[in-house]
């Protein structure tokens, strides 16, 4: 690769992670109003409450961060990072919103199920991650003494 290639591939790089920021942020706007103030934002773009739409795309968002779970299965070391962040923060805000939704806001006790569900995972998971760590350090120092 040329020197005008390598620099040429670092601009397209470097647009990319700008236009993936950009998104991120405009979602984020996004989160917030639906968090916090959702009749705003619908309000805003005059959008009607449906009650059958929003449990479609929490589904759908759903699915969509199911599948970035995949990934740290196939090959951990490669997607370590995306194991850890399966846990913080996916599923452990998972649960703490579900446990402040009953516990605080007085939501059905039927989304204990939702707490138990990614609480009990991340748990597992983080328990999991955690002893892979250890064993790799510990292989790691006992190869270094070697």
Known sequence: MTKRDAQSLSLWIARHSLVVWIGI?????FVFSLLFDPGWLLGFFNVPYNESLWPR???LLLLIVTIFYIPAT?????YRVIAWMAILPSRSF????FFLAVFVFDQPPGFIAAILLDGGI??????CLIRVTALERARGLAGEHA
């Open 57 to 59: 795309f929490a589904g």
């Open 122 to 127: 991340g748990l597992a998971s983080l328990y």
């Open 74 to 78: 196939i090959d951990l070391d490669r």
């Open 25 to 29: 942020l405009l979602n984020l706007i």
């Open 94 to 97: 998972g649960a703490t919103f």
